[in-house]
């Protein structure tokens, strides 16, 4: 069984920052990408920021400047540090993560539970 346990969201001033993290847990073979979401009230669900097994990082135009991605691998976590936030990052934020489970030869996405994010203006 894998977990993944997202923490860090809140209510935040703009101009304001934030750290969210994303732990995965249990029988975890390999990672591949680990990515950053988020959904805001009425709109579709929108990719933040990418990391590829490698490294490479894609972001949203709307966060590139402020926002970075970063991981653990040892943890098997993914960071997303928020800077300079505004109201419009107001989002329900989500981390996927494509990974594999020990007791299987596939690749499966994997969704945490979703943390709120609210920057006030």
């Known amino acids: 069984q894998v977990q993944l346990v997202e923490s860090g969201g809140g209510l935040v001033e703009a101009g304001g920052s934030l750290r969210l993290s994303c732990a995965a847990s249990?029988?975890?073979?390999?990672?591949?990408?680990m990515d950053w979401y988020r959904q805001a009230p009425g709109k579709q669900r929108e990719l933040v920021a990418l990391?590829?097994?490698?490294?490479?990082?894609n972001y949203a135009d709307s966060v590139k400047g402020r926002f970075t991605i970063s991981k653990d691998n040892a943890k098997n976590t993914v960071y997303l540090q928020m800077n300079n936030l505004k109201p419009e990052d107001t989002a329900v934020y989500y981390c996927?993560?494509?990974?594999?489970?020990?007791?299987?030869?596939?690749?499966?996405?994997?969704w945490g539970q979703g943390t709120q994010v609210t920057v006030a203006s």
């Open positions: 996927r993560v494509h990974l594999r489970r020990s007791d299987s030869a596939f690749y499966v996405y994997y």
């Open positions: 249990g029988s975890i073979a390999s990672i591949n990408t």
């Open positions: 990391m590829s097994s490698g490294g490479n990082v």
